[in-house]
């Protein structure tokens, strides 16, 4: 059964940074793309940032150039380094990942249990 467990959220005040982890275990395969989403109360979630097996990454316009995606795929493992970080960054960030497991032989998308970030002062 795969798995993907969220480390590093909180609070910061503005201006601070956070980074945040993502590790996937379990009968993986392989793991076509990671990524970043967040939500807000009332509003739908919405992309963060992702990164693709060929480390090809992908950003909203809101955090372009203030965030920052990796991955290390030997650990299985995406990381989400956020600087200079916004009250309007306050969110529930969740991670997910585009993969293959061994009990299925299946190519689908799954998701952690989620982060709280609030940035504030």
């Known amino acids: 059964q795969v798995q993907l467990v969220e480390s590093g959220g909180g609070l910061v005040q503005p201006g601070g940074s956070l980074r945040l982890s993502c590790a996937a275990s379990?009968?993986?395969?392989?793991?076509?793309?990671m990524g970043w989403y967040r939500q807000t109360p009332g509003k739908e979630r919405e992309l963060v940032a992702r990164i693709f097996s060929g480390s090809t990454t992908e950003y909203a316009d809101s955090v372009k150039g203030r965030f920052t995606i990796s991955r290390d795929t030997a650990k299985n493992t995406a990381y989400l380094q956020m600087n200079s970080l916004k009250p309007e960054d306050t969110a529930v960030y969740s991670c997910s990942a585009l993969l293959s497991d061994r009990s299925t032989y299946v190519r689908r998308n799954y998701w952690g249990q989620g982060t709280q970030v609030t940035v504030s002062s």
């Open positions: 379990g009968s993986i395969i392989n793991i076509d793309a």
